[in-house]
C-alpha cells in the first residue's frame, strides 16, 4: 500500500494513547511519562558461528512501564527488527496487561538476525548471548521475557538455563513460554486464538449475533490464525471461509476444514492451491462479505485505503497493530464492531501471567482450570471496554486504552511519581 512506507508503529501507538487521554483528561504530567518508555536499552554482543568466525548481533529490550509490576513482554528475532517497533510492542504490551487486570507492566525485546539462516547451535548461542547481555536488567520480579516472532519454547528454554546459570540456582519464573518438563504452562499454545475466540462470543451477545453458521476470514494462517479457525468452528459453530499466509490464500463459501488446510500448509508452505477452494489474495480477504474477519498477520493492513470496503460486522484482532488510526475512524462511522488487538490477542500474556504464578508457586494447574481462568479474564476484559466505549461514545479501541490508561495512571499516582 501506497502508505505503509511512512506509518512508524511506535508514532501509531503515541496517537492512539494521546486520544484516549483527552478523552480522560488525563493530568498531563502523567500523559508525558506514558508516551515514552521509562528504559530503552540496546545491546551489541559477540556470537560464534558454525563456521568458526564470531558476528556481532544487536538486540534490544525497552521496558515501557513498571508502576503495576514487573514488566512483560515477548522475544522476536527477525532480519528487520528495529527500536520503533519493540518501543511500540512494549507500550502496546503496557496497554494489554493493564485492559486484563494482570498486575504486569509492559516490555519487549529481540534480535536483529535472520533465524531461516541459522543452525539450530548458532540460534542456541544467539539466545544465551542475549540473556547474558542483558541478564542484569530482567528477572521473575523485574522483566519476564516470552516468545514471539521466530522464537520457540526451545529458545525460551535456552535462555532460562542461561539465566539461572547466572545466578547460580533455577530460576523458572524469569521466563514464559517454556515446554512443559521445564516449567510451561499447559494451554499455553492456543492462548491467543482462544481469548480471541472468547471476546468473539462475547461480542456476539452484545450484539445480539448468533454465530452458529456465520461465516468466518482468517489473515494469517500461522499458529494464531490456525487455533482461531479451528475454535470458531470448535467454540462458536462458525464456518471458515476463507484463509490466507504470507505466499497467498483460499476462498470456499461451501467451507474449508481449518485441519485440512493446515495439513496442506504444512505439505506445500501455503494454503494456496488447496483443493475445491478460489484463490484469494491478502488484501481481498479483508473486504469479503462475511460475518467475522480475524486479522491475524501482520501491522498495519487495513489502512484509510481500504476500511470503507471491509464488509465484516466483527474485526477481531489477533494480530498487532493491523489497523490504523485512520481506519479505526471509519470502521467506527460505518458500524463495524472491532476488537482492538490489545484486548483481542491478550489471552497469551494471560497464560503467561498464569505460568509465572504456577512457576512462583510451584503449583501446576489443570487444561480445564486454565481455560476457566482464561474464560474469566477474557470476559472480564470485554466487558470493562464495551461498557467503557458504550458510557462514553468512543470506539472499542479507545475504550480499551481508556479503561488501561485509567488503571496504569491510578497506580502512579498512588505511588508518588506525580
Known amino acids: 500500500m501506497a502508505d505503509a512506507p511512512t506509518l512508524n508503529p511506535f508514532k501509531i501507538s503515541q496517537k492512539q494513547l494521546d486520544k484516549s487521554a483527552a478523552k480522560l483528561n488525563l493530568d498531563p504530567q502523567v500523559h508525558a511519562l506514558l508516551r515514552e518508555p521509562m528504559r530503552t536499552l540496546e545491546v551489541h554482543f559477540p556470537v560464534r558461528m558454525d563456521d568458526g568466525t564470531t558476528r556481532p548481533f544487536t538486540g534490544y529490550r525497552v521496558q515501557y512501564n513498571d508502576a503495576r509490576g514487573p514488566t512483560k513482554g515477548g522475544l522476536r528475532f527477525h532480519p528487520d527488527e528495529t527500536i520503533d517497533t519493540v518501543k511500540a510492542l512494549a507500550a502496546w504490551m503496557t496497554w494489554k496487561c493493564a485492559v486484563v487486570d494482570i498486575p504486569y507492566g509492559g516490555s519487549k525485546g529481540g534480535v536483529v538476525c535472520n533465524p531461516k539462516e541459522l ?9 544465551r548471548g542475549y540473556i547474558r547481555a542483558i541478564g542484569r536488567f530482567i528477572g521473575p520480579e523485574k522483566d519476564i521475557p516470552a516468545p514471539d516472532v521466530y522464537t520457540t519454547p526451545q529458545i525460551m528454554a535456552w535462555m532460562m538455563d542461561e539465566y539461572s546459570k547466572i ?16 516449567g510451561g504452562s499447559l ?8 481469548g480471541t475466540v472468547y471476546t468473539i462470543l462475547e461480542a456476539a451477545k452484545v450484539l445480539g449475533v448468533n454465530l452458529k453458521g456465520t461465516s468466518v476470514a ?24 476463507a484463509l490466507t499466509d504470507s505466499r497467498g490464500g483460499v476462498y470456499s463459501d461451501a467451507g474449508i476444514d481449518p ?7 504444512k505439505n506445500t508452505g501455503s494454503v494456496s492451491g488447496l483443493a475445491d477452494c478460489k484463490a484469494i489474495t491478502n488484501q481481498e480477504i479483508l473486504e469479503l462479505d462475511v460475518d467475522v474477519l480475524i486479522p491475524a498477520a501482520i501491522e498495519n493492513v487495513i489502512t484509510q485505503d481500504n476500511a470503507s470496503a471491509v464488509k465484516a460486522k466483527i474485526i477481531a484482532e489477533t494480530a498487532n497493530g493491523p489497523t490504523t488510526p485512520e481506519a479505526d475512524d471509519i470502521l467506527y462511522a460505518n458500524g463495524k464492531y472491532v476488537i482492538p488487538d490489545f484486548l483481542c490477542n491478550a489471552g497469551g500474556v494471560t497464560v503467561s501471567y498464569f505460568e509465572w504464578v504456577q512457576n512462583i508457586g510451584g503449583f501446576y494447574w489443570s487444561l480445564e482450570e486454565v481455560h476457566e481462568r482464561l474464560r474469566d479474564k477474557m470476559n472480564r476484559a470485554f466487558r470493562d471496554v464495551h461498557n467503557m466505549a458504550e458510557e462514553n461514545k468512543v470506539d472499542n479501541r479507545t475504550a480499551a486504552y481508556m479503561v488501561s490508561v485509567q488503571r496504569v495512571a491510578e497506580v502512579m499516582r498512588l505511588r508518588g511519581w506525580v
Do not use: C, W
Not at 170 to 181: A, F, L, Q, R, W
Not at 221 to 237: C, I, P, Q, T, V
Open 187 to 194: 494451554g499455553r499454545g492456543d492462548a491467543t486464538a482462544r
Open 167 to 182: 545466578t547460580g540456582y533455577n530460576v523458572p519464573g524469569v521466563i514464559t513460554g517454556k515446554p512443559i518438563p521445564l
Open 259 to 265: 485441519e485440512t488446510a493446515f495439513q496442506h500448509k
Open 119 to 127: 543452525s539450530a547451535s548458532e540460534l542456541e548461542r544467539i539466545a
Open 218 to 241: 482468517v489473515q494469517g494462517y500461522g499458529n494464531a490464525g490456525y487455533f482461531a479457525a479451528n475454535l470458531m468452528e470448535e467454540l462458536a459453530g462458525s464456518t471458515v471461509v
